[in-house]
């Protein structure tokens, strides 16, 4: 099976769209490490980035992303559009990265 295409657009150029195969999602929920809760309190006094965060939200982002894509396999899609994320705290210290979009056939 072909890669699918992913874009944040509704449209392909040279592509038509043939059917319209619903909303496709992926997700994942991380919790904050006690470690690198210590480590960002620390950075925060003096300001900067805090590179624990920034991986572990990256990673979390590229989960979601690759279970949103094999979602779209599972429906048989050639491509996503208007791929999305969305991240909402789930309790305190976890939150929820959430990709979705719009799965389509092509022509």
């Known amino acids: 099976m072909a890669e699918i295409i992913t874009t944040t657009t509704d449209t392909l150029p040279g592509k038509t769209i043939t059917k319209v195969l619903g909303i496709v999602k992926g997700s994942t929920i991380r919790a904050r490490h006690i470690g690198r809760d210590i480590a960002a309190g620390l950075k925060n006094l003096v300001g900067g980035e805090i590179k624990s965060y920034t991986?572990?939200?990256?990673?979390?982002?590229?989960?979601?992303?690759?279970?949103?894509?094999?979602?779209?396999?599972?429906?048989?899609?050639?491509?996503?559009?208007?791929?999305?994320?969305?991240?909402?705290?789930?309790?305190?210290?976890a939150a929820e990265i959430l990709a979705y979009g719009t799965a389509v056939k092509l022509k």
Do not use: H, Y
């Open 55 to 93: 991986q572990m939200i990256s990673q979390s982002r590229e989960e979601a992303f690759n279970r949103m894509i094999n979602d779209a396999k599972d429906q048989g899609a050639d491509a996503i559009l208007n791929v999305r994320f969305v991240t909402a705290m789930v309790m305190q210290g």
